[in-house]
């Protein structure tokens, strides 16, 4: 395939896979849970996730095939716990692309009614996805030029937001600057939890490698390169949020709209709502790339039909990408978005823990692989990142662990289904 994804090409992507709707509805949920003290909250979630996302570093420089996390699960652990990541993978990700095109349109009913007929809803969710992936069937360059379009497009807004809300902000709206006090203490692990939603997305970028020019080398400093410019947006879009609402922050449905509309006018309000819909579009966009990739990893290996991994006339996994949109379409035409949004927050530990694990396992069981980046500190990093992990886990309720978690127990007939089938 001649035309792929360069170093910067991946940074957009990996920006554009998380910057979505969360960012534009972050500063409300965290300020009503612990008030001023969410900056601590983004800074804990921040660490997590670049200490998470240093084992992807380390693990998607050993590899360049299709899959990310399925890969590397498979390599650490086995075929069978690889199957479960990947199948995992693949589910969750069609579940959120789903919610993400039922957002958009949500999204859009704030400012053109008629979006919130039914019918008008199932039309534009029917364009949205079966246009992208008509787009995603025609090949890696129209999806790279229009990925790289829609990331700058997300980002320029934000960052006037910024760059004019900062000499808006009022110091009072910052005291008192406590840690947390008894409340907010016990609201911290939820908040974390719910916050760690904006910051998902990131594992999204090693899963299509096969696409990307030189994925050993660019793979591990592109994923470093987007969390840190993701979570530099996510704490002064938050000062900001906060310097300039005060207390109102936490009764506001569209905060960073109302934020900008009172320092810059009916202008900046627009401005960001325009931000919003090109936020969540563009992650629509990453979405509808990346996710039938997940598919075509497992299918490679002869874990799901083979004819699945095959690739069309335009050089891109046309069946994968079918088989994906029709899923996806029912899911969202469903209506049932939210709570599996929810859901699939729990569900995307499946794949970091694994990931994590197989850092020390990979460094013991296969010194053979060359690897292009490596976690500092030995195994402080990876067992910092499962420990905190398995705790905000457990800090949520029992009926999200055992729906977002369910999805293992149904694939255990499909793998042995598969293996039998292969055979």
Partial sequence: ??????????????????????????????????????????????????????????????????????????????????????????????????????????????????????IVKNTIISILIIGLGIINILGVKVSKILNNIITLGKLIPLIIFIAIGIFFIKGDNFVPFNFLNSTEKMNFAPAALLMFYAFTGFESIAVAAEDMNNPEKDLPIATIAVMLIVSIFYILILIVSIGVLGKDLSISLTPIAQAAGNFMGETGAILITAGTLISIGGINIAASFVTPRCGVALAEDGILPRVIAKNGRFGTPTTAIIITVILALLIAISGSFVKLAAISVISRFVQYLPTCLAIPVLRKKRPDLARTFKVPLGPVIPIFAIVVSCWLVYNSDMEKILIGLGGLILGVPIYFFMKKYSK
């Fill in 1 to 118: 395939m001649k035309n792929k994804l360069g170093f910067w090409s991946i940074v957009l992507l990996g920006i554009n896979s998380i910057i979505g709707s969360g960012i534009f509805l972050l500063p409300n949920k965290a300020y009503s849970l612990v008030g001023v003290g969410s900056i601590f909250v983004i800074l804990f979630d921040m660490i997590l996730v670049l200490s998470i996302a240093l084992c992807f570093a380390e693990a998607s420089g050993m590899f360049k095939k299709n899959g990310g996390p399925y890969v590397y699960a498979k390599e650490a652990f086995g075929e069978f716990v690889g199957f479960e990541v990947g199948f995992m993978k693949w589910a969750i990700a069609i579940i959120a692309w789903a919610a993400m095109a039922a957002g958009f349109v949500q999204a859009l009913s704030d400012v053109w009614a008629p979006a919130q007929d039914p």
